[in-house]
């Protein structure tokens, strides 16, 4: 089902819960993402990230209309409360375009510029989201980063609370994701998170806050980020890590050359590699419903 996100974001507040992203990128992940949100009768946002979408070197242009219709039909049909998301798009004309799109937020990310030339560019977007009741999350510093190809880490920028404070009153964004130790790509080991930091900037912003790099969060973090104000957490690398694993199983135990193709592909059935490969996000979403305290939460709506 359809739902405004506001009112979602006040009730996470309330009944102190996160609502989490979980990054598709087809509509195989989107629906099997709807799904563990169905099951664990959960609220739920699903979208893109815009960086990908917007990608060069993508060999065939996305059509961000057509994605955006596909999550909002996906949202619409599903049992549980459900908000589209254009996330971490690296220019300000593509988010733009996600605005125009329907995605019910966007966000717009550029670490390389500084803090004023932000505040401009997203006063832009918000301007233009708030006409179409689109609500926009922004952020101040950046995360840091794990290259999985070697493994070097590139440290990032921690939040500044003055920052927060001061972008926040500037842009009238929504939400706001901070840097307090969580890292982009973190798969191997797990963030040391600064909860002073957190529990600071949660004092002096008023806008709900937002983790990313969920994927690199111990489990036991997660309920002290949302005593906090953490009210959304993004899940995007493990996500994909998970139907990886689960491809180079299915290989490992079928030999796909003796299978009637069929079978591998399009039956639905327990040997269907769309099915197969899928069934542990289903899983891995769900447990992490749980520790977002979002399981049964949707309740209320149904």
Not at 72 to 79: R, T
Not at 191 to 206: C, G, H, M, P, Q
Request: glycine share 8%; net charge negative; with cysteine.
């Amino acid at each position: 089902m359809r739902i405004n996100y506001r009112e979602l974001i006040e009730d996470a507040q309330n009944r102190s819960y996160a609502i989490g992203y979980f990054e598709a990128w087809n509509i195989e992940s989107l629906i099997s993402i709807v799904k563990a949100a169905e099951n664990k009768r959960s609220p739920v946002m699903i979208g893109f990230c815009g960086e990908y979408l917007e990608n060069a070197e993508r060999k065939y242009e996305v059509d961000l209309e057509l994605f955006s219709k596909i999550a909002k039909e996906v949202a619409l049909k599903s049992s549980v409360p459900v908000i589209t998301l254009l996330n971490e798009s690296n220019t300000v004309e593509y988010t733009l375009k996600g605005i125009e799109a329907g995605f019910d937020s966007v966000m717009y990310v550029d670490e390389k510029i500084e803090l004023e030339e932000m505040i401009i560019r997203q006063q832009k977007i918000v301007d233009q989201a708030h006409r179409k009741g689109i609500l926009v999350e922004g952020e101040i510093g950046s995360l840091g980063l794990v290259d999985a190809s070697s493994g070097d880490f590139y440290e990032g920028n921690k939040t500044r609370p003055e920052d927060a404070v001061y972008f926040a009153e500037k842009t009238n964004v929504d939400l706001l994701a901070i840097s307090f130790g969580n890292v982009h790509l973190l798969e191997k080991s797990k963030a040391e998170l600064d909860f002073d930091l957190l529990k600071t900037i949660n004092e002096k912003v008023s806008i709900p806050l937002v983790l990313h790099g969920g994927t690199g969060i111990a489990d036991e973090d997660f309920k002290k980020t949302i005593e906090n104000g953490i009210v959304k957490v993004n899940i995007g690398a493990g996500l994909k890590r998970e139907v990886i694993k689960s491809i180079q199983n299915y290989f490992e135990e079928y030999d796909v050359d003796e299978m009637n193709p069929n079978d591998v592909l399009g039956k639905g059935n327990l040997q269907d590699l769309d099915f197969y490969s899928h069934e542990g996000l289903i899983t891995k979403v769900m447990n992490y419903m749980d520790l977002f305290n979002s399981t049964g939460k949707a309740d209320k709506y149904i």
